[in-house]
């Protein structure tokens, strides 16, 4: 059987994700069998295994750091929020339906038959189970009914580092405050504190370090810099959905409130000179390169945004200029002339699209999860360099489109002029997909492009090297590595 070790943060984004992530690699490297494993997770980036399934993003990103294929087990319960007070529950991959939180709360001590099912099957099958916590252990006023924090780790028997995030500030009361605000049982399960995302000099920190171990009773296990490399983040508060600078080649999608998989479009990032940035504001669209309305989990109300904002009318604007537009999923919907809701998968209700795409979609009771591979059919516009370019993503969508216009994949989608939509997420990853649309937006500039194909695999593949071998550096793993061992004793 596996032996575990579990990130607990100090609050949401604290670089849980990042961590496990990295040890996964680093157990990788050192010859063990390790799996990523997080009880409960709440999010809008999803992923569909290859046997239908789907599970957060996070999880298989941490398994491809650990060079095992994604599992479901993985990630056993899996909440896509609907609205501020709802969410979809998927367990075991599947859609279990809507539910408002304080029906979630009240039932969710029922499905730990199903998260021991699944992590007892990964301790079977592995050396190192670790494990990701969720938020802050400290909630006082969810501790009661916990399965993802302190509850999680006394089910799996778990030993724990606690991170703190210092590039936010206040991280002595974070992790001491943490600290405090557990039981004393709990507290014994903490084996050591990490320090996350510091800038500058570390040694500045010494006295730090000495305080917080004399405070707090737990060793620092390391100090981890602010590490800049390339991982696929599916946190809502990701440095990435900021509106950053612009790029040579200015790549601007569309931040829509319920915006689901923009990790869809970190692919362009690879490319020297390419810029992605989000919006949400007209001031914020300037004169982008080309345009992507992403995947949202509502997608009628985030419709309704869109024209409110005025960004409707603002990209509009850009595709009469002729900038290219491609929606992926939700924003492939919007793309259409009506979007219906008539089983109510998303609260029910109907809105006109954007109508740049002779289709409609109606939503059914029953999600669409699938892998699909292709290729792009007789591309019109701009793009029409993807034709007979092949393609292979993942579909996750409540609703079916119908439409009238020039299929843009093998699969389906549609295209007319420079507007372009389909369901596959994933799709600009293959380097054929994206170095072709790169190097037409440079020469729409008159800029002569003078890069090459990418390879996502193998890109993301240094860019879990260049994380784990930071974090190892930074790391006492010689420590870690003794915890694991002793476990709980």
């Given at each position: 059987m596996a032996k575990a070790i579990m990130i607990q943060g100090t609050m949401s984004n604290s670089g849980k994700s990042f961590l496990a992530a990295a040890l996964c690699r680093i157990f990788k490297q050192d010859g063990y069998s390790a799996t990523p494993f997080k009880s409960q997770n709440m999010a809008l980036n999803s992923y569909i295994t290859a046997d239908g399934l789907e599970m957060g993003r996070a999880q298989a990103m941490q398994a491809e750091a650990a060079g095992i294929e994604p599992s479901v087990l993985m990630n056993p319960i899996l909440l896509k929020p609907t609205t501020d007070v709802g969410s979809q529950v998927i367990v075991n991959g599947e859609v279990r339906g809507n539910m408002r939180a304080m029906d979630y709360f009240r039932q969710k001590k029922e499905l730990i038959p199903d998260i021991m099912k699944a992590?007892?099957?990964?301790?079977?099958?592995?050396?190192?189970?670790?494990?990701?916590?969720?938020?802050?252990?400290?909630?006082?006023?969810?501790?009661?009914?916990?399965?993802?924090?302190?509850?999680?780790?006394?089910?799996?028997?778990?030993?724990?580092?606690?991170?703190?995030?210092?590039?936010?500030?206040?991280?002595?009361?974070?992790?001491?405050?943490?600290?405090?605000?557990?039981?004393?049982?709990?507290?014994?399960?903490?084996?050591?504190?990490?320090?996350?995302?510091?800038?500058?000099?570390?040694?500045?920190?010494?006295?730090?370090?000495?305080?917080?171990?004399?405070?707090?009773?737990?060793?620092?296990?390391?100090?981890?810099?602010?590490?800049?490399?390339?991982?696929?983040?599916?946190?809502?508060?990701?440095?990435?959905?900021?509106?950053?600078?612009?790029?040579?080649?200015?790549?601007?999608?569309?931040?829509?409130?319920?915006?689901?998989?923009?990790?869809?479009?970190?692919?362009?990032?690879?490319?020297?000179?390419?810029?992605?940035?989000?919006?949400?504001?007209?001031?914020?669209?300037?004169?982008?390169?080309?345009?992507?309305?992403?995947?949202?989990?509502?997608?009628?109300?985030?419709?309704?945004?869109?024209?409110?904002?005025?960004?409707?009318?603002?990209?509009?604007?850009?595709?009469?200029?002729?900038?290219?537009?491609?929606?992926?999923?939700?924003?492939?919907?919007?793309?259409?002339?009506?979007?219906?809701?008539?089983?109510?998968?998303?609260?029910?209700?109907?809105?006109?699209?954007?109508?740049?795409?002779?289709?409609?979609?109606?939503?059914?009771?029953?999600?669409?999860?699938?892998?699909?591979?292709?290729?792009?059919?007789?591309v019109d516009g701009a793009f029409s360099c993807l034709t007979g370019s092949h393609f292979s993503g993942y579909e996750i969508h409540m609703g079916e489109t119908v439409s009238e216009e020039t299929p843009l994949l093998s699969c389906g989608g549609a295209q007319i002029g420079n507007v372009y939509g389909c369901y596959i997420h994933g799709i600009f990853d293959s380097a054929e997909v994206s170095e072709c649309i790169v190097k037409v937006l440079f020469e729409r500039k008159g800029i002569e492009y003078s890069g090459g194909k990418i390879d996502r695999k193998t890109y993301k593949e240094m860019q879990f090297d260049i994380l784990a071998d930071s974090v190892r550096n930074s790391l006492d793993m010689k420590l870690i590595y003794n915890i694991i061992d002793k476990g709980l004793i």
């Open positions: 992590y007892n099957t990964l301790a079977e099958q592995h050396d190192i189970i670790v494990i990701e916590g969720a938020g802050s252990p400290a909630e006082i006023n969810l501790k009661q009914d916990d399965i993802v924090n302190m509850g999680m780790a006394k089910l799996a028997k778990a030993p724990v580092l606690l991170t703190g995030d210092i590039d936010r500030g206040g991280v002595f009361a974070q992790l001491l405050g943490t600290l405090m605000l557990l039981e004393d049982d709990e507290r014994s399960m903490v084996k050591g504190l990490i320090v996350n995302k510091f800038r500058g000099d570390r040694s500045i920190f010494s006295d730090g370090v000495r305080m917080l171990e004399e405070r707090g009773g737990k060793p620092v296990i390391g100090v981890v810099p602010y590490i800049k490399c390339d991982i696929e983040d599916e946190d809502s508060l990701s440095e990435k959905l900021e509106n950053g600078s612009k790029g040579i080649i200015d790549i601007v999608v569309i931040r829509l409130p319920r915006i689901s998989n923009f990790t869809d479009f970190d692919v362009f990032s690879q490319y020297e000179g390419v810029s992605v940035r989000y919006v949400s504001k007209c001031s914020e669209l300037s004169e982008p390169d080309m345009i992507i309305i992403p995947g949202t989990k509502s997608t009628i109300s985030d419709m309704k945004w869109l024209r409110e904002s005025g960004l409707e009318a603002a990209v509009k604007k850009c595709v009469s200029r002729g900038v290219p537009l491609f929606g992926i999923c939700g924003g492939y919907q919007m793309l259409g002339e009506r979007i219906t809701d008539s089983a109510g998968a998303e609260g029910g209700g109907a809105i006109d699209g954007m109508g740049l795409l002779k289709c409609c979609t109606d939503f059914f009771a029953e999600k669409t999860r699938r892998r699909t591979e292709g290729v792009f059919v007789e």
